[in-house]
């Protein structure tokens, strides 16, 4: 019993004094209990795991198109700490769904091409998304489900042990592959928005193409919602408030718009 409590204690001495409270890109405060070398880690190998088990599409103007937009995109997104190059896969499935991960990990997945219809909107997805990793959206949440779910024990948990990895996976965003939803909370829903439209507007993307792609979602979601709404809930106060982001955007230098060309689709 004494041990308990002293390993308790030791462990509450532990968070405090390692605990990073720190500011998102927004100036949100952030409670992040993970190195980013640890969550670069674990999603690297998340995407491993997802390149293994899913299939990759050999579409080659698939392929091309969705490049042509990400890294359009990438070129104003600023370098990493924790890794040096972002890499870009597109799945074969219908799912109407995209993710970033920690580690410089971009999954597209080609059910989304027939909802983002144009290069702008599917832009809106990719910044939208790469603003998660910038804000550091995945350690956020991972360490909040972690402390709700182990209470304080977190000290001595790795994240590659089962039944640790299917949470971190969650935690990842990666809820429907293991069935845990995660959605994101509507804060950082809102931060990944701002970040996303500034991205793309830097790249040369047309952001209110953000608005459409949004409503295209809505409207996609009259039968099975698409998998993207289940971990990104967008209320129509998400479409107002992008709306107003639009026309709140800096008037910074922006690069000439990437000429993409989209395949057709069914
Ligand atoms: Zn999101």
């Known amino acids: 019993m004494r041990r308990t409590a002293h390993a308790v204690i030791l462990s509450i001495c532990f968070i405090l004094t390692l605990t990073a409270c720190s500011n998102s ?7 992040l209990l993970f190195s980013g070398n640890q969550m670069a880690d674990l999603g690297q190998r998340s995407f491993e795991e997802m390149k293994q088990s899913q299939p990759i599409s050999q579409d080659k103007a698939v392929n091309t198109y969705v490049q042509c937009v990400t890294q359009a995109i990438l070129k104003v997104v600023p370098p990493q700490s924790n890794f040096s190059e972002w890499e870009v896969v597109v799945f074969d499935s ?6 970033a991960l920690p580690g410089g990990k971009v999954g597209v997945y080609t059910g989304l091409l027939n909802v983002a219809e144009t290069p702008d909107q599917l832009a809106a997805v990719i910044g939208h998304e790469i603003g998660h990793v910038l ?10 489900s972690q402390l709700a779910a182990l209470g304080l024990t977190i000290t001595g948990m790795s994240l590659s042990d089962s039944p640790h990895a299917a949470m971190a996976m969650a935690g990842l965003g ?20 701002k970040i996303g439209l500034q991205l793309m507007h830097q790249a040369g993307f047309n952001p209110s193409a953000s608005v459409d792609l949004w409503r295209n979602m809505a409207k996609a979601s009259d039968g099975a919602p698409p998998e993207l709404l289940s971990t990104h809930p967008s209320p129509n106060t998400r479409i107002k408030a992008l709306e107003s982001g639009v026309s709140h955007l800096p008037n910074v230098p922006h690069r000439m718009k990437a000429q993409c060309q989209r395949p057709r689709t069914n």
Do not use: C
């Open 25 to 31: 890109p927004t100036g949100r405060n952030q409670l």
């Open 94 to 99: 219908e799912q109407v769904n995209a993710f």
């Open 135 to 144: 804000a550091d959206h995945s350690n956020e949440r991972l360490s909040r």
């Open 174 to 193: 990666l809820g429907v592959q293991v069935g845990i939803l995660l959605p994101y909370n509507r804060a950082q829903e809102s931060e990944s928005d």
